[in-house]
């Protein structure tokens, strides 16, 4: 009897991991025609980084935004890095339209 348990509570558990390590195991998957679109349309797979970059910016000066609110950076310190952050994010968004205007 004892081993039944044994087994039976083998089974839960190994379907327990299978159902809870899912994301990480289609994590490592790439999306469905990710390589054939990006080879057929270039110009869309620019783009998209083009809006990955521009999230990331946005999220790089929410972040610096935070960062002075809490009080881990100067006024002036804020001042230059936000500057720095706005700068870059323009030139993102001149590369996105650019990109559309083709």
Do not use: C, W
């Not at 289609?26 to 521009?54: C, D, I, K, T």
């Not at 000066?61 to 950076?73: F, N, Q, S, V, W």
């Amino acid at each position: 009897m004892s081993v039944l348990i044994v087994l039976i509570a083998l089974v839960l558990i190994a379907g327990v991991i299978f159902v809870v390590s899912a994301p990480l195991r289609n994590a490592n998957r790439p999306p469905a025609g990710g390589a054939a679109q990006q080879q057929l349309e270039p110009e869309s797979a620019e783009r998209h980084e083009l809006e990955v970059a521009r999230e990331a910016k946005y999220r790089e000066i929410r972040d610096a935004e935070l960062d002075y609110r809490t009080g881990k950076l100067s006024r002036e310190d804020y001042e230059a890095v936000d500057g720095a952050l706005r700068t870059e994010a323009v030139e993102i968004l001149n590369r996105i339209e650019a990109s559309a205007g083709e």
